[in-house]
């Protein structure tokens, strides 16, 4: 009579020999898993922070400006290394840090202003032992030709590009901004840029699927993705399947970061994610 404990040493048999039933193999994703702090983890400090990632197996951590956690520039030599060694004791890599930092205004004093603050972050990002800063395009100013604009925000981030590979710190661009979403103007603006150590933060936008397409326009900066940014999961608009498919495809074996509301049972969330995040790959 076949039981289940003689079905399962059957199936532990044949992996052995390389042969068990796909379903029970289990292929660890070379993505990693982490999490924004924008939204979910605003109001955590570094303790909760990595507590909570940690609870739900969550490889790393984006800091964003202005949440509880309050990894900001004006932390003193000694703070700074307090957050380097509390993330290097624990399983929680900081990954990157989150700004709010964009250079599409027309006024360029503030313009000015902007990129001298990215290169204080970029500073802190080091300080900390994050190895990225994110940066945004937000909008196209109103009256100012796109193309001016878009050559703007690409020679500014040339700049800030130029400052973090001296401090050994990437610029992530996040798809991000009515119309400077659209990813033949990302496209655009990474050309211009024209640096090695500036990339893109995949944002898994409706905007992804506009134009020619999802596929059309992820391959327009397939090799210039740094970091990945999620929605929830179970969103049916959004094309995740395919979206984790064309990355392994290019080998991306970054960081996945979860972008998702705020939970009053935040770690059950996070597990729950966690399983799905791990359920797509095996589909791969």
């Not at 030599?77 to 900081?94: P, T, Y």
């Not at 996040?174 to 400077?180: A, D, K, N």
Request: aromatic fraction near 8%.
């Amino acid at each position: 009579m076949t039981t289940r404990r003689n079905f399962l040493v059957g199936c532990g048999a044949l992996a052995l020999l390389g042969a068990a039933p796909k379903s029970f193999i289990v292929r660890p994703s070379k993505m990693k898993l982490g999490t924004v702090t924008y939204n979910l983890a605003k109001d955590w400090d570094i303790e909760t922070i990595i507590k909570n990632c940690e609870e739900a197996n969550f490889e790393g951590v984006e800091l964003r400006t202005s949440h509880a956690h309050k990894v900001e520039v004006n932390l003193t030599s000694a703070e700074r290394e307090k957050v380097r060694q509390r993330f290097n004791e624990s399983n929680v890599a900081l990954m990157g840090l989150g700004s709010a930092f964009d250079y599409h205004t027309p006024d360029q004093a503030q313009l000015r202003k902007d990129i001298e603050a990215t290169k204080e972050y970029i500073k802190l990002a080091h300080d900390v032992g994050a190895g990225g800063v994110k940066v945004r395009p937000n909008a196209f100013p109103k009256g100012v030709p796109h193309e001016k604009t878009l050559e703007q925000i690409g020679k500014s981030l040339r700049e800030v590009s130029e400052f973090g590979d001296r401090h050994g710190v990437q610029i992530r661009v996040e798809v991000h901004g009515s119309g400077t979403a659209l990813l033949p103007n990302i496209k655009r603006m990474i050309d211009i840029a024209d640096h090695p150590n500036v990339g893109v933060c995949w944002n898994s936008n409706p905007t992804d699927l506009e134009g020619n397409g999802f596929d059309h326009n992820f391959d327009l900066v397939k090799d210039k993705i740094f970091t990945v940014h999620l929605r929830d999961l179970y969103i049916d608009d959004y094309p995740f399947r395919r979206l984790f498919k064309r990355l392994h495809e290019i080998g991306y074996t970054g960081y996945c970061l979860a972008e998702i509301p705020d939970s009053k049972d935040p770690v059950r969330v996070m597990k729950y994610f966690r399983s799905l995040f791990l359920a797509y790959q095996d589909l791969l």
